[in-house]
């Protein structure tokens, strides 16, 4: 097997090498869209918009209504609290 292996790697080298960067892609915009901090971040630049009248408030209330299921749905997973602070260390 080793031998198919340093014999095929000259064309399954690009193919694997692609992959690998595709899966790092894939995880880090996954850890970008549920981190809580970085969704409280868009939150506030949300409201920002709206307040000085970039974004109508259909816009805002769309929006923000999809920022805060993402921090439900994170929050759910992560058995309640989004910022860090777990309820059992009080």
Known sequence: MILLDILTFPFTAPVNGTIWVIEQLRDRALAAVSDPEQ?????????????RGTISEEEYSQQSEVIWERLRLIAADSGGDTDGNDADEE
Do not use: G, K, M
Request: proline share 0%; hydrophobic share 45%; glycine share 0%.
């Open 39 to 51: 969704l409280r971040a868009d939150l506030i630049q949300v409201r920002i918009s709206y307040e």
